[in-house]
């Protein structure tokens, strides 16, 4: 039974790169959800998959930001051309349904030189 | 923006004693969630209490509700060392799962 699963671990871009960070959610989960966090802050919403329509992208920072889930399962987030405040860490968390706990992944941390 | 804010945002105990935290949230609710998280580790769910609830209790864990204030608190009780952590509230809405900005733990052994 493996948990949520996110790569890389660690990212390093220079500004100007693209991005893409992956998401494996745990097997059978519906809802899919990409946060950001700063360091020292809690969690920022970016957007909510249930299956693979993406329901809600009302925290995504810029239209730099874009997040798909084709078949419903795997996710990913992609940033272009990355700016220095895009640097965080990008976690990504499935559940069941949207009534049910969140399950995390460790994240991946991009760092923007 | 955070949906919600922790308070205190840092709690130094002795082992064995209890902590209290407390979350303010801002928008209705279906269920308000805790969760810890260690350091540079993903968020790990402790409890979920729902908006029509008022008091839960898993294991060493009380966590309370009074929607009419839009507040919870999280009580963990006999605190261990290992509890050291920071500890988030997480509102759940129709779509969205929005967390406050967090309590950071220590427990002193």
């Not at chain 1, 519906?30 to 249930?50: K, N, R």
């Not at chain 1, 968390?93 to 760092?111: C, Q, V």
């Not at chain 2, 269920?31 to 029509?52: D, E, K, T």
Request: hydrophobic residues 30%.
């Amino acid at each position: 039974g493996a948990g949520v699963s996110q790569s890389p671990r660690y990212k390093v871009a220079k500004r100007g790169q693209d991005v893409a960070l992956r998401c494996d959610p745990i097997s059978g989960h519906v809802s899919l959800f990409w946060y950001q966090q700063a360091l020292g802050q809690g969690p920022e919403f970016l957007t909510y998959f249930q299956n693979e329509a993406q329901l809600d992208k009302s925290g995504l920072p810029s239209d730099r930001f874009f997040a798909e889930r084709p078949e419903g399962s795997v996710s990913t987030l992609k940033i272009q051309r990355t700016q220095q405040e895009d640097s965080a860490v990008y976690l990504c968390a499935s559940s069941e349904n949207r009534e049910t706990p969140l399950h995390f992944g460790n994240g991946t941390r991009l760092t923007v030189t | 923006s955070q949906q919600g804010e922790e308070d205190p945002q840092a709690l130094s105990i002795q082992e064995g004693e209890n902590a209290t935290m407390n979350c303010s949230y801002k928008t209705s609710i279906n269920n308000l969630q805790w969760y810890r998280q260690n350091s540079g580790r993903g968020l790990v769910h402790l409890i979920l209490i729902r908006s029509n609830e008022r008091e839960k209790h898993s294991g060493r864990l009380r966590v309370t509700l009074d929607t009419s204030k839009k507040s919870s608190s999280l009580l963990i009780t006999a605190s261990r060392a290992a509890d050291t952590a920071s500890y988030f509230c997480a509102s759940g809405g129709y779509q969205k799962v929005t967390f406050g900005t967090g309590t950071k733990l220590q427990v002193i052994p």
